[in-house]
């Protein structure tokens, strides 16, 4: 057997971007600062997505509209300041299905995969299944456990909320 190499380095104008073989994460150079970045994308590769900023408020929800669209007993999310996202390829296949007026949920119009949910038309939050590698948060909690699946028993420690936890919509202060 080869041992696989941990880290790949490649060169393009104006960055370097150190590819972990593990965790997807990417280091980029930007006016001599450090940025890492999150990638993802959907089942067919055709659509992916780049987050450069930090992930926050990581929950299960278990809502009827989630377990419908993922086809699960709950979906995954997480948080993101709006402006740390963009669509590295495949964007044109992206389309949103919106369930409450300036809402909705983003997927692959090839594949199905659900990507992202939308807030007036900004991408605001990530399904966690589609971040390649660790995303560097795990889930704080289950909401809307009032509508869970009735054959679905939850087995964690994580707090549980009838409905949306309290203090989850707002970005996270710049201090860390």
């Known amino acids: 057997m080869t041992k696989k190499k941990r880290y790949q380095r490649y060169s393009a104008p104006n960055r370097d971007v150190i590819l972990h073989s593990c965790t997807r994460t990417i280091a980029r150079e930007h006016k001599g600062e450090i940025k890492m970045a999150i990638e993802g994308g959907c089942l067919c590769g055709r659509v992916r997505y780049e987050i450069t900023g930090r992930l926050f408020d990581a929950d299960h929800c278990h809502c009827s509209m989630c377990r419908r669209q993922h086809g699960a007993a709950f979906a995954t999310y997480a948080e993101f300041n709006p402006d740390d996202f963009k669509w590295i390829s495949g964007e044109d296949l992206v389309k949103v299905y919106e369930t409450l007026p300036d809402a909705g949920w983003c997927f692959c119009s090839e594949c199905g995969s659900s990507l992202a949910g ?39 420690d994580l707090p549980q909320f009838d409905e949306r936890p309290p203090d989850t919509w707002g970005q996270p202060s710049k201090a860390l």
């Open 118 to 156: 939308t807030v007036k038309g900004k991408i605001t939050t990530i399904t966690l299944g589609t971040v390649e590698g660790d995303p560097g948060i795990k889930p704080e909690s289950h909401s809307f456990v009032g509508s869970k699946a009735q054959w679905h028993e939850i087995n964690d």
